[in-house]
């Protein structure tokens, strides 16, 4: 994928992941992962915006 949006929305989800694994800061986490995704969401395809879906899920579950 060549969207930079795209990129840093699944880094964003995975650093949230971790800092929930790690007992840190998952509510400030989780709300930049947000972000991100709905930026990314807004200029993506249809291929990335399912995988950022999937992304979105992901994220539901930390919350």
């Not at 995975?14 to 995704?37: C, F, I, Q, W, Y």
């Amino acid at each position: 994928m060549s969207n930079p949006l795209f990129r840093e929305a699944r880094q964003a989800v995975h650093t949230a992941k971790a800092s929930s694994a790690a007992g840190g800061d998952v509510e400030s986490s989780v709300n930049k992962a947000k972000n991100a995704l709905s930026s990314a969401y807004a200029n993506s395809n249809v291929e990335e915006q399912r995988q950022l879906r999937t992304l979105q899920d992901e994220l539901n579950t930390l919350q």
